[in-house]
């Protein structure tokens, strides 16, 4: 019925860890894309800045629950 507080603190933690590199291979991936690009459009600039935010921002809530893809 109830999962104790560890038990989510662990799922949370490597949904973070799962979510930051899946955005990190989209960023990578945009990126190479825009750069191949002879004149990236807004929108695919724009997409970029907004997997780019996402990521530093799941990297800084990462390093506040110390969190570690290396175990």
Known sequence: MFRSKKVKKAELDQECLDKIFQLKKEWNYLDDILNRSIEPSESGQFD???KKA???YLLREAKVRRLSAIK
Do not use: G, Q, S
């Open 48 to 50: 970029l800045a907004i």
């Open 54 to 56: 996402k990521y530093f």
